[in-house]
């Protein structure tokens, strides 16, 4: 591992954790088989019997399901998964070999924090996800049972800062949002329609004449199919409404900053322009998934950077903006790079609008507009004497 210098620490996975989730899972759509194993060949069957022998069968896949996927998880990353950070890159060491990459090869990142609400969700390790996709195609995942998670991250945030992605967010919130409400109701619709059809007699009554006989036309094979519509639908409107909420909730989030002033020209696709871009870091703050850009600053450092530079004030640092095929991207001078300062990466989906100077401007400067219409970042154009590079 020369390649990636020496190493700076180690973080091993506990897929014990994993190995009794998916024990227990597996246990569940056990018990869950031989239940419908049992109505079904028990000699005194009825149709009440066979409904809830379908009603099992949503336990079975949601047991062998959730069976399957952490008990491979463990069984790919074995005993002594772990992953290894060194100076300019990070490895990753389980079952199936020795992998590593440098911090220029990590493409995208997203990392996201569980709520904070669920504490039972530690013991799963669902309280923290890291995800972070590679050039050579690859990725790596890691949660909160690998240990001191959220240390890996800020590290892969300080080294790849153009990799960054927005947190928190549900991909294309301002299509989603008018979708989740239909496929929830079409959901929601279907599972009371297929309950009550589940419930409802559908016994037929053929007079013979003499005699009468009463049967059921639907075999024990369409109620199995109709009990895991409704196991689907059911799911479906769960997931719709899940992700309705967390839409929501981020979108309610996002408006904690004022609303931006009716602007005079919007161009998303107009040049940006070049030379440094001031920024304001509190302006930063009020920005959805940005809060945490400041929180690693040597303010110190920051202020007396700040006083060296001709025109630049005390909560301004100077970069870069540029402009990329799916993003726009914010770089740091090295001077400020040095302090702590990270990069901002604003992905192209999250831009509502981008709002270019007027001609008798001065300073320019232009903001940059999030689909909510309620969050706006400023940068200043100048051109700044920055301290000579060491």
């Known amino acids: 591992m020369e390649a990636l210098g020496p190493l700076v620490s180690s973080h091993g996975v506990d897929n014990r954790q994993r190995w009794v989730v998916g024990g227990a899972a597996a246990v569940i759509g056990a018990v869950a088989a031989a ?29 062998f399901g959730v069976a399957a996927a952490q008990l491979t998880k463990a069984l790919r990353g074995g005993p002594a998964e772990r992953y290894d950070v060194h100076e300019r890159g990070i490895a990753h060491v389980s079952r199936r070999g020795h992998r590593s990459w440098r911090w220029d090869q990590v493409r995208r990142l997203r990392v996201k924090p569980g709520p904070a609400a669920f504490e039972w969700m530690r013991r799963f390790g669902w309280d923290f996800t890291c995800c972070a996709d590679l050039t050579d195609g690859a ?79 639907f075999d024990d094979s369409t109620y199995l199919l109709a009990a895991t519509g409704v196991g689907c639908c059911f799911i479906g409107f769960v997931a719709s409404v899940t992700y309705l909420f967390t839409g929501f909730r981020a979108q309610l989030n996002r408006r904690s900053g004022p609303a931006p002033a009716e602007p005079d020209e919007a161009v998303l696709a107009g040049p940006l322009p070049t030379g440094y871009a001031m920024i304001l870091v509190g302006d930063v703050l009020r920005v959805p998934g940005m809060e945490t850009f400041a929180d690693d600053l040597d303010r110190e450092a920051l202020d007396a950077l700040a006083a060296s530079v001709g025109g630049l004030g005390d909560e301004e640092v100077a970069g870069t903006i540029l402009r990329s095929e799916d993003c726009l991207r914010w770089e740091p001078h090295p001077a400020f ?47 700044l004497a920055l301290p000579a590079e060491d």
Request: hydrophobic share 50%.
């Open 139 to 217: 990725s790596i995942q890691f949660n909160g049972l690998t240990a001191d998670a959220p240390s890996i991250a800020e590290v892969l945030r300080a080294h790849c800062p153009r990799a960054i992605a927005w947190d928190g967010e549900i991909h294309r919130w301002h299509v989603w949002r008018w979708v989740l409400p239909f496929l929830a109701l079409f959901f929601g619709s279907w599972v009371v329609v297929g309950y009550l059809w589940l419930n409802e007699d559908h016994s037929v009554t053929v007079d013979h004449g003499g005699w009468s006989e009463e049967f059921d036309p």
């Open 337 to 383: 790079a040095r302090i702590g300062v990270r990069g901002l990466v604003i992905a192209r989906e999250d831009i509502d609008l981008i709002v270019h100077p007027g001609p008798d401007q001065d300073p320019p400067v232009f903001a940059i507009l999030l689909d909510d219409c309620e969050s706006e970042l400023d940068f200043r154009i100048g051109d």
């Open 35 to 63: 239940l419908m194993l049992v109505l079904v060949l028990h000699p005194v069957f009825s149709r009440a019997a066979g409904k809830f022998a379908a009603m099992m069968l949503i336990g079975i896949v949601v047991g």
